[in-house]
């Protein structure tokens, strides 16, 4: 499953520069830089606190980061000095046809999701509750119905031009509702579903705004195997079929293991470590900040997890 | 189960828990085992149902039919009159005999099946006739006045006026508190507006008023975004807190800015509505002269009635409408879960301010309606504590709910002057009792018992704005209340 490629490095649709957030004295995330490869599944991994999800608050703009760029590319090829000049223009983002280019420390939160396409979940599910499954993801595509009922003028008198778009509307909610395994469940409240089921439904929501890049906070916790196992395919067939990048913070190492093409390792808001899962696993680095050993120490770990190194992975199927 | 699980076979088990996860695969979805019940066949069937419904009618009926009373010497005489109360209940036994046999026939589950079918629709159904009726009241209302109350038909027509005049506030409040989930204290402000915009207007440009109502509108709408923007930012107590004083502090520039208001003198002489051109009065060129009718002062009110039915009717239409609309469930949305809203790319911002702006709109619309009924305006018109009777009948309704709106309305304005003439309580308390002194502390303990047996108002469920396969409603508990609650 496993990419040999860097393509991370050749092909990043998202680039984080430098970025730096501080809370008063605190530095939850420090001097940070990495990318994530179109069309790959990255994983933002590190212990408890830190700093990965100050980092997904900062792709998706509900936070502004105090210091660095993230930038977005929707295409293929931009150079590194489009992106230099658009910073320098003072600009949120440039939308020319082929090289368009999106600097999300600059936007709004709901401009990032509505114009770069970044969605995200968040680590304690919030769906509407008290509105139904269908409805949630109707709500996800609040902006391209807006325009097709001319804001609201268009939609009062029903003119034939919303109803097809909101016939489309629904047929896509209801193609996503397949999907992910919900379709029967489509007219009960989202509060009604169980767990897991509302784990996919926000998944699902999230895929309903039609992004390039899905933010995932956690999206395995509190699932049961079978439950995450599926949402391993679940994820594989967004990233394959679909051609959305995948970012996630995940906990479950079954999990991220299996499917993650990149892995990014943080700790105390820094990076320490940046490769294939094979890379990181082997990382001297993240074993000491997992296992919490000395460095004279982790040689030792190391030779012991060489021994067990096919155990994370077979772990993701069978607990 | 769909390419999901198929993607996920792959990280299935090998072997014995492979199986055993087939096994439990192929039980998924099989339901326990019951015996089948014992299957009526349709006579036997429709003779249960039609027993069942004559036991009925015959307990609902016995004091009505079985027995009369007539005025004799000295009192009143009892007598039977078994005979009329058997033949009704040999009524309602053939009737739904035939009903089950012919109409309901087979498909339809009888009494057995009856609790569960109506668990599921019975609100909706419930909710779609009654009003549907309520409609029907509502549209014919004058006429059955003037035909079985012509001795109080202007008092009730002027009370529903009244009744009407605040289910469309209500409507309008419904959208900002209901449906966006914004708490507003100030709803009476844009009342306010609504009425001033016209009296001034009409006043001072000699306008007429349907010229006047859609800007009247209009300036309301655009109040409620000037109210919008100070306000986006907060939440909880805080909104209401602004959004009160926001309403008192229109009241306070209405009374203190003397040379455009009046100050507490009010506005005199605003205008009737007219009939395209035909005004309600005596004489000629008047709505009764060009009809030939003869001239009566109930005209007018019937002519207002059906202005304030309409207009109420078109704040419902377009509530209902937006509701099924992206910005009406984005409301809805922003009610459930802000955060959420801006992560689906929802400016959250723009909601905010169409919701009131709608509100506000409507509630200009019944602003500008209240100031030509009265055809006088001062600022005592629009103090708190309207802003807290309108509040109260969204409340007491059930938040979002638009029957309820109405439900309470009719309960709230009715009740109140249904005390009034509540004589009849004398004989419990005496003679010296005054009704009219006891009605708000009445009233009082009235919705205090309504609040504890129905928390969330009359009608606390919601009805889902689309639907794939089956319509149902979602409980009360489910939905969130948004800020300031």
């Known amino acids: 499953m496993l990419k040999e490629n860097r393509n991370w490095a050749a092909d990043p649709v998202l680039s984080v520069e430098h970025l730096t957030m501080r809370f008063g004295g605190l530095v939850a995330v420090d001097d940070l830089s990495f990318d994530v490869g179109r069309g790959d599944i990255t994983a933002l991994i590190g212990p408890n606190g830190a700093g990965k999800t100050t980092v997904f608050n900062c792709v998706t703009g509900f936070y502004k980061p105090t210091e660095g760029r993230i930038a977005l590319r929707r295409k293929h090829g931009v150079s590194p000095q489009a992106i230099g000049d658009l910073t320098k223009s003072g600009k949120q983002y440039s939308e020319d046809a082929d090289k368009a280019v999106f600097l999300l420390e600059r936007m709004a939160d709901f401009k990032i999701t509505e114009v770069a396409g970044v969605a995200r979940t968040f680590q304690n599910i919030r769906l509407f509750g008290g509105m139904t499954v269908l409805e949630n993801l109707l709500v996800a595509q609040h902006n391209k119905l807006m325009r097709a009922s001319g804001y609201s003028i268009a939609g009062l008198l029903g003119l034939p031009g919303y109803r097809r778009a909101a016939k489309a509307a629904q047929d896509l909610a209801v193609e996503w509702l397949r999907r992910v395994d919900l379709i029967d469940r489509a007219d009960d409240p989202a509060a009604d579903l169980p767990y897991g089921d509302q784990r996919r439904l926000e998944i699902a929501r999230a895929l309903c705004t039609d992004p390039v890049l899905l933010c995932l906070d956690e999206p395995a916790a509190g699932l049961n195997p079978r439950e995450s196992a599926e949402l391993n395919g679940l994820l594989k067939s967004i990233r394959n079929d679909h051609g959305v990048s995948v970012l996630l913070i995940e906990h479950d190492m079954g999990v991220v293991m299996e499917i993650s093409d990149h892995i990014v390792v943080l700790d105390y808001g820094k990076k320490i470590s940046d490769g294939t899962a094979a890379e990181v696993r082997s990382d001297p680095k993240v074993i000491a900040a997992y296992l919490g050993v000395d460095d004279e120490e982790v040689e030792e770990v190391e030779r012991d997890l060489e021994v067990s190194a096919a155990r994370p992975s077979a772990e993701g199927g069978t607990r | ?485």
């Open chain 2, 1 to 485: 189960m769909t390419d999901t699980t198929s993607s996920a076979s792959a990280n299935r088990p090998e072997g014995a828990e492979r199986l055993s996860e087939d096994r439990r695969d192929a039980m998924r979805g099989e339901p326990p085992f019951v015996e089948a019940p014992s299957e009526d066949t349709r006579l036997v069937r429709s003779l249960k149902e039609a027993a069942i419904t004559a036991a009925l009618v015959a307990v609902l009926t016995v004091f009505f039919f079985a027995f009369s009373t007539d005025i004799a010497v000295g009192g009143l005489s009892l007598t039977g009159n078994v005979s009329l109360w058997l033949k009704w209940i040999a009524v309602a036994f053939v009737a739904r005999f035939l009903l089950s046999y012919f109409v309901f026939g087979g498909e339809r589950p009888s009494i057995g099946g009856w609790k569960k079918v109506a668990a599921a629709t019975a609100k909706l159904r419930l909710g779609k006739i009654v009003g549907v009726v309520l409609l029907l009241v509502a549209f014919t209302l004058p006429f059955l006045l003037s035909t079985f109350l012509p001795s109080q038909n202007r008092y009730l027509l002027d009370l529903a006026i009244l009744i009407l005049t605040y289910v469309m506030l209500g409507w309008g409040l419904n959208i900002v508190v209901g449906l966006a989930g914004l708490l507003d204290l100030g709803y009476v402000a844009f009342y306010a507006v609504g009425a001033y915009s016209f009296a001034l207007l009409a006043t001072n440009f000699d306008l007429g008023f349907w010229v006047c109502l859609p800007m009247a509108g209009l300036f309301a709408a655009m109040w409620g975004i000037v109210l919008g923007f100070p306000v986006l930012r907060l939440r909880g107590d805080y909104l209401a807190i602004v959004t009160l004083a926001f309403g008192e502090i229109i009241r306070v520039v209405l009374l203190n800015w003397y040379d455009f208001t009046g100050g507490p003198n009010g506005i005199l002489g605003i205008p009737k509505p007219t009939l395209f051109g035909l005004e309600f009065s005596r004489g000629e060129g008047s709505f009764s002269d060009f009809f030939g009718l003869e001239y009566s002062s109930i005209q007018r009110f019937v002519f207002l009635y059906y202005i304030i039915l309409a207009l109420a009717l078109l704040t419902n239409f377009v509530t209902m409408r937006m509701r099924k609309l992206p910005v009406g469930r984005a409301w809805e949305a922003l009610r459930e879960d802000e955060i959420a809203c801006r992560s689906l790319g929802i400016n959250t911002v723009n909601v905010k301010l169409t919701a009131f702006a709608t509100g506000a709109m409507f509630g200009g619309f019944a602003g500008s309606f209240f100031a030509t009924r009265q055809g006088f305006i001062s600022p005592e018109s629009f103090t708190f504590i309207e802003s807290a009777i309108i509040l109260a009948i969204v409340v007491l309704g059930g938040l979002g709910s638009q029957l309820g709106v109405v439900i309470a309305s009719v309960v709230m304005i009715g009740g109140i002057e249904l005390l009034r003439n509540l004589t009849g309580l004398q004989a419990i308390f005496g003679a010296g009792f005054d009704p009219t002194q006891y009605r708000m502390l009445i009233f009082g303990l009235a919705m205090v018992v309504i609040m504890v047996w129905k928390p969330r108002g009359l009608v606390s469920t919601r009805s889902p704005s689309a639907v794939y396969k089956e319509k149902k409603t979602i409980g009360a508990d489910l939905v969130a209340q948004g800020e300031g609650h």
